[in-house]
């Protein structure tokens, strides 16, 4: 068995356990909002389920092999949009340079600082990502 990252039409991504494209493919259809546009090997993948107060399960991709195979793939316009942002306004001083940033009022201060430029390039780039395999 093997992973394989689903990328749908609508912009969203399925991670399905399986022996083939086809079969992966075949798993995701009942999941899927829209139609799966691109599947292919994942090479990397580790995320963190966190229960909820409610019950739920709430998952969250801290792993950065994952999120950067992620972007080069799935989401090119976006890792675009991020390394442009970055590379204007630089990287918080508290983040780590060899540490997973992690969800932390540090890292939310610095996101915070972004301006409205950035904000919007991301937000651009999102709603191409989301039109990029449109019919």
Same mark, same amino acid.
């Given at each position: 068995?093997s *992973?394989?990252?689903l @990328? *749908? @039409?609508d ?5 399905? /356990?399986?022996s083939? $494209? $086809?079969e992966a493919?075949?798993?995701a259809i009942?999941l899927?909002?829209? +139609?799966?546009?691109?599947? @292919?090997?994942l090479?990397?993948f580790v995320?963190q389920?966190? *229960?909820?107060?409610e019950? +739920?399960?709430?998952a969250t991709i801290l792993d950065?092999k994952?999120?950067a %195979? =992620?972007? +080069?793939h $799935?989401y090119? =316009?976006?890792?675009?949009?991020h390394?442009?942002s970055?590379? /204007?306004?630089?990287?918080s +001083?508290? %983040?780590?340079n060899t /540490?997973?940033v =992690?969800?932390?009022?540090?890292a939310s @201060?610095h996101?915070?600082q972004?301006?409205?430029? %950035? ?6 780039a999102?709603q191409? $990502?989301r *039109?990029r395999?449109?019919?």
């Open positions: 068995m *992973l394989y990252v @990328r *749908l @039409r912009g969203n991504c399925i991670i399905a /356990d399986a083939s $494209e $086809e493919t075949a798993k009942p899927a909002a829209s +139609e799966v546009a691109s599947v @292919r090997p090479a990397s995320a389920f966190s *229960l909820t107060d019950g +739920e399960l709430a950065r994952t999120v %195979d =992620l972007h +080069e $799935e090119p =316009l976006l890792h675009a949009a390394v442009h970055y590379q /204007d306004f630089g990287v +001083e508290t %983040d780590s /540490d997973a =992690l969800f932390n009022s540090a @201060r996101a915070k972004w301006d409205t430029r %950035d904000k919007q390039t991301v937000r651009y999102v191409q $990502e *039109l395999f449109a019919h």
